[in-house]
């Protein structure tokens, strides 16, 4: 099978080790290791130590019961048999689609949104139709659009909430509405759900409120540890059990130490999620401030979500002012076009303070010199 180039990492893969100040990342602030124990007030040394005496082995395929216990408790109503572990979202997405998505089967995919979503059932031999999301209803789709979509031969509605890039976010008075549009056709809901949003407390995953709701989630974007590379899947018991067959033909385990270091933050997400909210309110100020200052700059401000999708009044393709600014400016976004939307640049608004400050000026400067 073959696949398109997947726009965004194509971008960040050739830029963003030679950027002065990345604001593309949409990751909430990475932790050191350092910072994660301090956070959880783990003593380091007791840490090491356990670790040294670790046996290298597989350890437990779908992740430890401490990992399970420690995911689970981040919804309402999963158990730790409804829980497996993948390596990041992206391997938890490719899992569930190779899983259920056949040759001829229908997807509704929400558009633009993480190419993974809709490119993997292309790839597959699915029939997609892309439900577009609309600028004009703060960036979400219209549930009346969908309903024109879904049909009997339907399999799977694929979302991303919050969405990326715009921050976008699915509440849960919209997800029970398309929840009836999908049971009027019988329809999994794939749900990338790597994306919180802040303005309420604890995670709303698609499995707590559908049977045939599949939950997707790492620590890589909302719990800002992307370097463990682990992620997991939320589903009924019936659907782990069809997935797991999958999964031993794209992962055997995520590894011994990065499941003890995944466990021990999950176990601490409060800790880092009180963390996270504080940056992602202070760090939204600071971006809203600037594009109320800036008359080249508009935005629908995301729903308290570490992406934001900023429209700009550059002159042309907006990938040619994208490189100008990195060039000129030693500043990284992503351009719109990566997600087929032109005249707007994706920003990781949840980096560090200073970064995010220095970027925004400079691209200021670059909107006010470009021509």
């Not at 809203?288 to 401000?301: G, T």
């Amino acid at each position: 099978m073959k696949l398109p180039i997947f726009g965004v990492e194509e971008w960040l893969n050739e830029n963003e080790k030679s950027a002065k100040y990345d604001i593309a990342g949409a990751s909430i602030s990475s932790l050191s290791l350092r910072e994660l124990f301090e956070l959880t007030g783990t003593d380091a040394d007791e840490f090491y130590q356990m670790l040294m005496d670790k046996t290298l082995d597989y350890g437990w395929i779908e992740g430890s019961p401490q990992f399970k216990q420690a995911v689970s408790t981040l919804y309402q109503h999963q158990r730790p048999a409804n829980i497996l572990q993948s390596n990041g979202a992206t391997g938890a997405n490719l899992t569930v689609l190779y899983a259920l998505v056949e040759p001829g089967d229908h997807i509704v995919a929400h558009y633009p949104s993480y190419q993974q979503l809709y490119d993997l059932p292309l790839s597959m031999g699915a029939h997609v139709d892309y439900w577009q999301i609309k600028e004009a209803n703060n960036w979400l789709p219209d549930l009346d659009e969908l309903r024109q979509l879904v049909g009997p031969k339907t399999k799977l509605i694929a979302i991303n909430n919050a969405n990326n890039p715009t921050g976008a976010y699915m509440d849960e008075d919209y997800l029970l509405e398309l929840i009836s549009i999908a049971r009027s056709c019988d329809a999994y809901i794939l749900a990338d759900e790597v994306y919180h949003s802040f303005n309420q407390p604890a995670l709303l995953g698609i499995a707590d409120l559908y049977d045939k709701g599949i939950s997707v989630n790492s620590l890589s974007k909302t719990f800002s540890l992307p370097g463990l590379r682990v992620g997991w899947i939320a589903a009924a018991e019936s659907l782990c059990e069809i997935i797991k067959n999958y999964r031993d033909y794209t992962m055997i385990c995520a590894g011994v130490f990065d499941d003890t270091v995944a466990s021990l933050a999950l176990s601490n997400a409060d800790k880092i999620l009180r963390r996270n909210e504080k940056i992602v309110s202070e760090n939204l100020s600071i971006l809203e401030n600037w594009v109320n200052q800036e008359e080249k700059a508009s935005l629908i401000p995301p729903k308290n979500v570490s992406t934001a999708f900023v429209k700009l009044d550059s002159n042309g393709p907006i990938e040619d002012f994208c490189r100008y600014l990195l060039s000129e400016y030693g500043t990284l976004v992503v351009p719109g076009n990566r997600f087929n939307k032109e005249s707007y640049v994706r920003i990781g608004y949840t980096c560090n303070k200073d970064i995010l400050v220095a970027g925004l000026n400079c691209l200021s400067q670059a909107l006010n010199s470009y021509h």
